[in-house]
């Protein structure tokens, strides 16, 4: 499945914060999306073969990595109170359907 | 206006009852339409989908896309206390390089 990592974490405004997923084996896509208290998940971006493949309405102050070995990250600098939410990615086989993308459980950020 | 519109409720009914989710949308390129269902805390998870217009049954659950009307239902029938959660819709181009565009979810209660 798909795993991330840390559960749950706190931040201070202005810190900057690394979130990590690992994605079901052989798959070569994730997707990262924002999902604030009480709202459905937004996009954030999709990585594809360690490239950016599509971003959404984020500052470029969110950034990710994909790694070769399923393992990819989410990083956002100079953290706003805003930033708090749950993260979630989202693995997938390019090219396969859209309902064949996989949740994470997700990292709950809590800026302060 | 968001691309998709979703009531938040919260919708509670007594055990037994059927439960409508709706959600209404406006971009007319979606090809697929997703329930997800998320329990607190938790990733979502695919309910079930429906590709283009029509219905689809899976055991008490219902999807209904009517593509004329831009306008998508869940039913839930003999509804169970399991059943409670948050239902998300969501909405998606053809392939899965497209970002998937969820409404703001619908939190489910059944009173036992």
């Known amino acids: 499945g798909v795993t991330q990592s840390p559960t749950h974490l706190i931040k201070t405004r202005g810190q900057q914060v690394t979130l990590r997923c690992s994605s079901q084996s052989g798959h070569n896509t994730v997707s990262w999306y924002q999902q604030a208290l009480g709202q459905g998940p937004q996009f954030i971006f999709q990585?594809?073969?360690?490239?950016?493949?599509g971003r959404g309405n984020f500052p470029p102050r969110f950034s990710g990595l994909q790694f070769p070995n399923d393992s990819s990250e989410l990083n956002v600098n100079a953290l706003e109170l805003d930033d708090s939410a749950l993260y979630l990615c989202?693995?997938?086989?390019?090219?396969?359907?859209?309902?064949?993308?996989?949740f994470g459980q997700g990292t709950r950020l809590t800026v302060v | 206006q968001k691309e998709v519109e979703q009531d938040p409720g919260p919708l509670s009914v007594p055990e037994g009852a059927i439960v409508s989710l709706n959600c209404t949308y406006s971009?007319?390129?979606?090809?697929?339409f997703m329930w997800y269902r998320q329990y607190s805390r938790k990733g979502p998870e695919l309910l079930m989908y429906t590709y283009s217009s029509g219905n689809k049954e899976d055991g008490r659950f219902t999807a209904q896309v009517d593509k004329s009307s831009k306008y998508i239902s869940l039913f839930i029938r003999d509804s169970q206390p399991s059943d409670s959660a948050t239902y998300l819709c969501?909405?998606?181009?053809?392939?899965?390089?497209?970002?998937?565009?969820f409404g703001s979810g619908t939190r489910l209660s059944i009173r036992p």
């Open positions: 990585y594809y073969r360690e490239e950016e493949n």
């Open positions: 969501a909405m998606s181009r053809l392939s899965s390089a497209s970002k998937i565009i």
């Open positions: 989202a693995s997938s086989m390019m090219g396969s359907l859209p309902t064949e993308a996989f």
């Open positions: 971009n007319s390129a979606f090809q697929y």
